[in-house]
């Protein structure tokens, strides 16, 4: 039986697949069953900067599972110490507390609940068009209101708010002294790759520090060199309260880490954890990963492909084309129509991109692509909006 046929038999049906089974990559690259070649910009979704098959990363994880897979935050672990050293190397020194968690959802969990722990307040603000992931409390900040009907609708989050994105003047107001955090994305992934401007962000860290609300800054998407720095919040000079971290951290293993500053006080024991939390198999593979994202300099790659990209992306002549948008090695072309029928030719053509919103083709390749792979995209999308 085929492999679609055998996942169509016990599917959750809930995401909506394209008929396409892949088996193996390398760096940039990804192959179907049947040994087709295409160049892979979806990567992982962002979980997957480091790029596919990564070696170094690969035998940390298989001597780490030799050594000690399982081991809970009942007790200290070597592992665990040496990653807090190496992300207390990357973070702004006033972050310097880590709660390690297994996806971005859940590092956004968190977030809001060590916000409302530290501010008493419950009030959430976030931005119109946000993704911040899918499970309860997360999906009160996720734009979306279609993801809430089936749920009983914006009353089973009250309180939270969406402001318009980039709107500095709109913070103002509803930012109060009742609002525990404000939650953005530097830029916007899933909305559709729109970079926050430089005065909105400054505004907003302007505003929560007046109402005494904690910034939460997303960087599950932006993070581990995907804008062209280690994260983006080196691009803006901030600092928020609070930085949620997930998809890359550790090479494609399943991690999420929430970063955050003595603001947050002192959490009372017991008040949220998770069995997986920091587990030795994941730190091993995330100090790795990291690792390798500075030998490679990854940082430097995604500048200097993102602009490659971007550039050429931005030379193509079609009238189909209202917009290209992105910072480093996030890169969406708005088009005028909806945005699927393009990513099925450009798949034709040997090139895997995503979808951010109805009418966006996103970009969010293996920060190793070589500036061959990237001229091939460009090639491909010309031909495919010709
Ligand atoms: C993907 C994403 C999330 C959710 O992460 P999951 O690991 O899928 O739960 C949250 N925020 C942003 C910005 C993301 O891109």
Not at 69 to 79: G, K, M, P, Q, V
Not at 131 to 142: N, V
Not at 168 to 175: G, M, W, Y
């Amino acid at each position: 039986m085929s492999i679609q046929r055998r996942e169509d038999a016990h599917t959750s049906g809930l995401y909506q697949k394209r008929p396409l089974a892949i088996v193996r990559g390398d760096g940039a690259r990804v192959w179907d069953r049947e040994g087709n070649e295409y160049t892979d910009c979806v990567g992982g979704q962002g979980s997957a900067n480091l790029g596919h098959g990564n070696v170094a990363v690969a035998e940390a994880i298989a001597h780490q599972a030799r050594t000690l897979a399982s081991c809970t935050e009942l007790f200290y672990n070597d592992r665990r110490a040496e990653l807090y050293d190496v992300l207390a190397t990357l973070l702004p020194k006033e972050l310097d507390r880590v709660f390690l968690c297994n996806s971005g959802t859940e590092a956004i969990e968190g977030a809001f609940k060590f916000a409302r722990m530290a501010t008493a307040r419950t009030t959430i603000v976030a931005t119109m068009r946000a993704f911040h992931g899918k499970t309860m409390g997360a999906l009160a900040a996720t734009w979306g209101p279609e993801y809430r009907e089936t749920l009983g609708g914006e009353a089973l989050f009250p309180g939270t708010r969406h402001v318009p994105f980039n709107k500095a003047e709109a913070l103002d107001a509803a930012i109060t002294t009742d609002t525990a955090a404000f939650v953005i994305e530097l830029v916007q992934g899933e909305g559709g790759v729109r970079p926050a401007n430089a005065e909105f962000v400054r505004e907003a860290v302007r505003v929560c520090r007046e109402r005494g609300a904690l910034l939460i800054v997303d960087e599950v998407q932006t993070g581990f060199c995907r804008t062209g720095t280690m994260f983006a919040i080196e691009r803006y000079g901030i600092v928020p309260d609070i930085l949620c971290l997930a998809k890359s951290v550790a090479g494609g293993v399943p991690m999420g880490a929430i970063a955050f500053s003595r603001a947050v006080g002192d959490l009372p024991k017991r008040s949220h954890s998770t069995t997986f939390g920091g587990n030795p198999l994941a730190c091993a593979a995330a100090i790795a990963a990291i690792g390798e994202m500075r030998r490679l300099d990854l940082a430097r790659c995604a500048r200097e492909r993102g602009e490659q990209l971007f550039d050429g992306l931005r030379g193509i002549e079609s009238p189909r084309i209202r917009e290209v948008r992105g910072l480093g090695l996030l890169v969406g072309i708005e088009l005028k129509e909806n945005a699927g029928p393009a990513i099925k030719r450009l798949q034709d053509l040997g090139v895997l991109a995503l979808g951010a919103g109805p009418t966006v083709v996103r970009y969010l390749p293996p920060l190793v692509i070589t500036a061959d792979q990237v001229d091939a995209v460009i090639r491909a999308t010309a031909e495919a909006l010709r």
